[in-house]
């Protein structure tokens, strides 16, 4: 619940002290502007917005420049004097400022950029719309990338008309408000089956399993590395050991199992493709029919 009023409101103050704190001349102002612009930047690259609605990060943008322009309007309006002094504290905490969101906004926008030796892979969804909650290759937008074997890991989440995970209205216990629940899941390449896990109970939000971390998973051995599909459903899950598979067999569908907060897709790549042991290989880059994907991108 915090984390859904950050999402929303501080983005919403920032953008009004733009709007509406006089600044008393344009130097300041646009020190002011680039010093909270670049939070909002920030926010805009980092925010898991499908917590919210993925609509709000479209329309942040616009509302960002509405801000500003209202903001240059009111620039020397004000009828009191500004002492130097507090014009240079001013001034001093604004380059400060922009020197700090700017850093943050740097590494944010290093994991955009695809790492090389990625392989590509197949979207396993057939039907829906989908949002990258982590992904990328920076802890920033990313948390996966601090753990070695699935350093470029993706969680994939459903979407609604909303453009939410899950319904707002519905218990977060009720698993079927969740967009992307008991989705059916496709290979992502032409492979082998390695492994196949069915039988975890699928969990009802916040529980996890902390013993059996990737659920009930298919590991595919392809393109020379290993594919795994993490946290499917309970009994969904239609792939034996040793069967090859195309990109048009069913694996499953997504469920809830497993070291997951809520019903999402865990998918990454590793080295080791001649055993079914899985974070035990090094991470490999992957993209999904050509496309490098971070948070915020949608399939």
């Not at 991470?283 to 915020?296: C, E, F, K, M, W």
Request: some cysteine; hydrophobic content about 45%; charged content about 15%.
């Amino acid at each position: 619940m915090l984390g859904t009023l950050i999402i929303v409101f501080v983005p919403l103050i920032l953008l009004a002290a733009l709007a509406f704190v006089r600044q008393p001349s344009r130097l300041q102002f646009w020190l002011y502007t680039l010093a909270l612009g670049l939070a909002v930047v920030y926010m805009w690259l980092v925010f898991p917005w499908a917590y919210v609605s993925t609509l709000y990060r479209v329309v942040l943008p616009l509302l960002l420049i509405a801000a500003v322009y209202m903001g240059y309007r009111r620039i020397g309006t004000q009828t009191k004097a500004v002492a130097r002094w507090q014009m240079l504290m001013n001034v001093s905490i604004n380059l400060l400022l922009v020197v700090f969101m700017g850093g943050l906004c740097g590494f944010a926008i290093k994991g955009y950029f695809q790492p090389p030796g990625a392989i590509d892979l197949s979207s396993p969804f057939r039907e829906g719309t989908f949002i990258v909650g982590h992904g990328g290759s920076s802890p920033f937008i990313n948390a996966h990338a601090k753990v070695r074997p699935q350093n470029h890991a993706l969680d994939i989440l459903g979407l609604n008309a909303w453009g939410n995970r899950k319904d707002p209205f519905s218990d977060l216990k009720d698993l079927d408000s969740y967009a992307i629940f008991d989705k059916p899941l496709y290979s992502p390449c032409e492979g082998e089956v390695l492994l196949a896990v069915d039988g975890l109970e699928d969990l009802l939000p916040p529980a996890m399993d902390r013993e059996n971390l990737a659920g009930n998973h298919v590991v595919i051995a392809c393109l020379g590395v290993k594919v795994v599909l993490a946290h499917m459903k309970k009994g969904s899950i239609l792939v034996t050991e040793g069967q090859q598979l195309d990109t048009d067999t069913q694996l499953g569908n997504v469920g809830n199992s497993g070291n997951t907060s809520e019903p999402h897709l865990h998918i990454h790549a590793e080295t080791g493709a001649e055993t079914p042991l899985i974070l035990k290989g090094d991470a490999v880059p992957i993209t999904i029919d050509g496309r490098y994907l971070v948070r915020g991108s949608i399939l």
